[in-house]
């Protein structure tokens, strides 16, 4: 979408629903610095730590990007693909993925917060375990969605037009970074989670739901994660 000088306008909540479930799945990608330079080329960088930004040229422009490196993006993606993988364990009631997840990875906040209460916690109890997992992935997403997105009243101004605010007034979302709008995706899927179904050929988790409450509503009859999955599932028919 274009405005009125040209500039593209981009939405990433509503063009991308399900940009935080591609965030996520880049951990996993046997070439990462490939698949991160990838993904910030197509939706931007999720710049989402609090870095001093630096001067930059004679007009003295500040941004915090130059400076997100692959480090830094590969440890996000960690956290993001750890949510993911704990809401899905919970989904599928694995208490001993829940165990294995936070055990391995349990070093990290707000993560290892979970993991000692999980330790804690009455030995083998599926559901205590369940519970740990799910409080975890909320903890960690709602950690971000605070830190990074807001709340704000909305007000149409018109000259022709007294202010009503029965009429006028609208609540919205906004946030400050691309991080925050894929962790905002996040929190709804988890206010949400009837909305959701599994990819027929890799089993993971699709977002049927809206992207935020006043999002688009997204197809019911959605089968697959991606194309890759379409095709892969396609080939493995024919094969068999």
Not at 2 to 28: K, S
Not at 98 to 115: A, D, M, N, Q, T
Request: glycine share 6%; hydrophobic share 35%; with cysteine.
């Amino acid at each position: 979408m274009q405005d009125d000088e040209g500039w593209t306008i981009y939405d990433p909540i509503n063009d991308v629903p399900d940009l935080f479930l591609r965030f996520a799945r880049l951990y996993g990608e046997p070439d990462f610095d490939w698949a991160a330079l990838d993904f910030a080329n197509r939706y931007g960088l999720p710049s989402g730590e609090d870095e001093k930004p630096a001067a930059f040229g004679e007009a003295g422009y500040e941004t915090t990007a130059l400076y997100w490196g692959l480090s830094q993006f590969h440890h996000e993606a960690r956290r993001a693909w750890l949510v993911l993988a704990l809401y899905e364990a919970v989904l599928n009631d694995e208490d001993q993925t829940v165990r294995r997840l936070l055990s391995e990875h349990g070093k990290i906040e707000p993560f290892e917060v979970w993991h000692d209460v999980l330790e804690w916690g009455p030995d083998g109890d599926q559901n205590y375990a369940l519970a740990c997992g799910l409080r975890c992935a909320l903890d960690a997403t709602e950690e971000v969605v605070h830190k990074y997105c807001r709340q704000q009243i909305m007000l149409q101004m018109s000259p022709n037009m007294r202010p009503s605010v029965s009429r006028e007034v609208d609540i919205s979302w906004t946030y400050d970074t691309l991080l925050g709008a894929m962790y905002m995706q996040m929190y709804w899927l988890i206010a949400s989670s009837d909305s959701t179904t599994r990819c027929e050929h890799c089993g993971r988790i699709i977002s049927l739901g809206r992207p935020h409450p006043d999002g688009r509503k997204r197809r019911r009859d959605k089968r697959f994660c991606d194309d890759a999955c379409r095709q892969a599932h396609h080939r493995s028919k024919k094969t068999s």
